[in-house]
């Protein structure tokens, strides 16, 4: 299934800290840069960070750059975003992508696919 599984979303206070996890076949996930994307309510979903295959590479949306860190584990095809500081304005649901067109800029959504069902994550103030 092309399809990535996304978790560890929920609700936490201004200032706090979570992990979120996405699960990948290996088809999916091998070779592949992976990026976390978000949709807030009422907006269209925005590139937060994106990973390379070895990892050596990644990128992050100025709203997140110094709070939020992306990382994966490739032998247990694993994405992860560790995200401190929460904010209130970080409320959306989270979404996993494997990058699978290089078409157009690497932070459009339509450069990714095998989205998951996505996760939620809710900062209260």
């Known amino acids: 299934q092309e399809q990535t599984v996304e978790s560890g979303g929920g609700l936490v206070q201004d200032g706090g800290s979570l992990r979120l996890s996405c699960a990948a076949a290996e088809r999916v996930f091998n070779t592949y840069t992976m990026a976390w994307f978000r949709r807030a309510p009422g907006k269209e979903r925005e590139f937060v960070a994106s990973?390379?295959?070895?990892?050596?590479?990644?990128f992050y949306s100025d709203l997140v750059k110094g709070r939020f860190t992306i990382s994966r584990d490739n032998a247990k095809k694993m994405v992860y975003l560790q995200m401190n500081s929460l904010k209130p304005e970080d409320t959306a649901v989270y979404y996993c992508g494997r990058r699978n067109f290089y078409t157009r800029n690497y932070v459009d959504r339509d450069e990714y696919d095998a989205w998951g069902q996505g996760t939620q994550v809710t900062v209260s103030s």
């Open positions: 990973i390379s295959w070895s990892g050596a590479s990644t």
